[in-house]
């Protein structure tokens, strides 16, 4: 079975960075895109982000477009999301997850079969 933890949340003001890491093991990895998502207290889990097995080929939900970068490192079998300009609202516990399709990059829970322990973000005012 896949294994995925990540890491790298914390607690940051407004308009500041962090960078989330994901790292796998246990299974395949750089042969199935990977997507990350997200939860806040009271509020249905959400897409973020997602990216091709590649990493050539990125998504982005309307709410973090501009601000968060993934990326991944086959080699290294991690994956991350650069979380710039940080807001309040982007308060959650995020999540990264490998697609069960290697191929399609998609952006419901669904599509995705293994998922990590979550890392918290939290963002200040």
């Known amino acids: 079975q896949v294994q995925l933890v990540e890491s790298g949340g914390g607690l940051v003001q407004a308009g500041g960075s962090l960078r989330l890491s994901c790292a796998a093991s246990g299974g395949t990895f750089s042969t199935y895109p990977m997507g990350w998502f997200r939860q806040a207290p009271g509020k249905e889990r959400e897409f973020v982000a997602a990216v091709s097995w590649s990493g050539t080929s990125t998504y982005y939900a309307d709410s973090v477009k501009g601000r968060f970068t993934i990326s991944r490192d086959n080699a290294n079998s991690r994956v991350y999301l650069q979380l710039n300009s940080l807001k309040p609202e982007d308060t959650a516990v995020y999540y990264c997850?490998?697609?069960?399709?290697?191929?399609?990059?998609?952006?419901?829970?669904?599509?995705?079969?293994?998922w990590g322990q979550g890392t918290q973000v939290t963002v200040s005012s």
């Open positions: 997850a490998r697609s069960k399709s290697r191929v399609r990059v998609g952006s419901l829970g669904y599509e995705y079969d293994y």
